[in-house]
């Protein structure tokens, strides 16, 4: 899992505590929601990085990132994106007599998965799988009548897989802007907050 912690620095601390200092909680409450707001975008900048990247859609690649808020007591909030391989079936899949063709790089073409095929599981599950026998992998056609053949020859199955969401934001085209709009999104947010609470006064 790939995770990184949004926080302001002291001098920043320092500087908002002592101009609230007169109003009770007042530089608490700026700093953790001027945090919380900036993880949302900060998660958005994650999500838009990530997609140029891999053709999985938003939903899927939003789903994969966690933020933990920050809070009065906890001025700090952490964004992390889950490190597990994504299913072959959260990008383009297409089903063909060999196997599947699957594209996951934008940059790249489709590529042939051999002898895999696309189907549901009982639990809803859609993936792309691949029969395999104690020797070599088996399917070629994926159209052959399955359900008849001997067990040895159906099972077991495998899930195919594509890369994990979170090495892909490790990767210096993703993470880097990322990162560099981290602080300015952390000074707009301050600035917002502050002008927010002194307006309820």
Not at 50 to 73: C, F, H, M, P, Y
Not at 145 to 158: G, H, N, S, T, Y
Not at 169 to 194: C, I, R
């Given at each position: 899992m790939s995770s990184f912690t949004v926080q302001f620095d002291q001098v920043q601390l320092d500087a908002v505590k002592a101009m609230l200092n007169i109003f009770p909680d007042m530089a608490e409450r700026v700093l953790y929601k001027s945090i919380n707001k900036t993880l949302t975008e900060v998660k958005s900048d994650i999500s838009?990085?990530?997609?140029?990247?891999?053709?999985a859609d938003q939903e899927t690649v939003d789903?994969?990132?966690?933020?933990?808020n920050a809070s009065l007591k906890k001025l700090s909030g952490l964004v992390s994106l889950a490190g597990a391989p994504l299913p072959i079936s959260k990008f383009p899949a297409i089903q063909e007599p060999w196997g599947v063709l699957a594209r996951i790089y934008k940059a790249q073409p489709y590529r042939r998965i051999t002898s895999s095929f696309l189907a549901t599981m009982k639990s809803g599950h859609v993936g792309a799988f691949r029969r395999e026998t104690l020797i070599q992998p088996a399917g070629v056609p994926v159209n052959r009548p399955w359900k008849r053949m001997p067990k040895a020859f159906r099972l077991p199955i495998e899930e195919m897989y594509g890369p994990s969401l979170g090495t892909i934001l490790q990767s210096p085209p993703v993470m880097e802007p990322v990162l560099s709009k981290l602080g300015d999104h952390l000074d707009a947010n301050l600035e917002d907050q502050t002008q927010r609470e002194l307006?309820?006064?």
């Amino acid at each position: 899992m790939s995770s990184f912690t949004v926080q302001f620095d002291q001098v920043q601390l320092d500087a908002v505590k002592a101009m609230l200092n007169i109003f009770p909680d007042m530089a608490e409450r700026v700093l953790y929601k001027s945090i919380n707001k900036t993880l949302t975008e900060v998660k958005s900048d994650i999500s838009e990085g990530v997609r140029r990247v891999v053709t999985a859609d938003q939903e899927t690649v939003d789903g994969k990132i966690r933020l933990s808020n920050a809070s009065l007591k906890k001025l700090s909030g952490l964004v992390s994106l889950a490190g597990a391989p994504l299913p072959i079936s959260k990008f383009p899949a297409i089903q063909e007599p060999w196997g599947v063709l699957a594209r996951i790089y934008k940059a790249q073409p489709y590529r042939r998965i051999t002898s895999s095929f696309l189907a549901t599981m009982k639990s809803g599950h859609v993936g792309a799988f691949r029969r395999e026998t104690l020797i070599q992998p088996a399917g070629v056609p994926v159209n052959r009548p399955w359900k008849r053949m001997p067990k040895a020859f159906r099972l077991p199955i495998e899930e195919m897989y594509g890369p994990s969401l979170g090495t892909i934001l490790q990767s210096p085209p993703v993470m880097e802007p990322v990162l560099s709009k981290l602080g300015d999104h952390l000074d707009a947010n301050l600035e917002d907050q502050t002008q927010r609470e002194l307006a309820r006064l």
